[in-house]
């Protein structure tokens, strides 16, 4: 069974950096599609960053264009949101999702708001604060 695990949500201040991991048990990672994903309070679900099965291809919310970057470690079937330049908007939980891969399924809808990854982790807390 599909098992996605955050970590590495903590307190940071404006203008720092954080790494969130997100391990996937139960099959091999590169055979699904991830997405990071955040919920601010009282805001809608936000999709970030959606990325293929082997991370070939991704789609980035404009809001961290240029801030944000995943990558994979295959190895050891992990999922890493890098943040970088840190604000308060940036407050929020974050999960992680995956997806089978569907190549009839952009990038650009998995990450929009009405469309649910069929599996999702918990979530991870970021708080950004001065």
């Known amino acids: 069974q599909l098992q996605l695990v955050e970590s590495g949500g903590d307190l940071a201040q404006p203008g720092g950096s954080l790494r969130l991991s997100c391990t996937v048990s139960?099959?091999?990672?590169?055979?699904?599609?991830v997405g990071w994903f955040r919920q601010a309070p009282g805001k809608q679900r936000e999709g970030l960053i959606c990325?293929?099965?082997?991370?070939?291809?991704?789609w980035y919310a404009n809001a961290i264009l240029g801030r944000f970057s995943i990558s994979r470690d295959s190895a050891k079937n992990t999922v890493y949101l890098q943040m970088t330049n840190l604000n308060f908007d940036d407050t929020a939980v974050y999960y992680c999702?995956?997806?089978?891969?569907?190549?009839?399924?952009?990038?650009?809808?998995?990450?929009?708001?009405?469309?649910?990854?069929?599996?999702w982790g918990k979530g991870t807390r970021v708080t950004v604060s001065a």
């Open positions: 139960g099959v091999d990672l590169d055979q699904y599609a």
């Open positions: 990325s293929d099965r082997r991370g070939v291809g991704t």
């Open positions: 999702a995956a997806d089978p891969y569907r190549p009839s399924l952009s990038l650009e809808v998995m990450c929009a708001n009405y469309y649910t990854p069929d599996h």
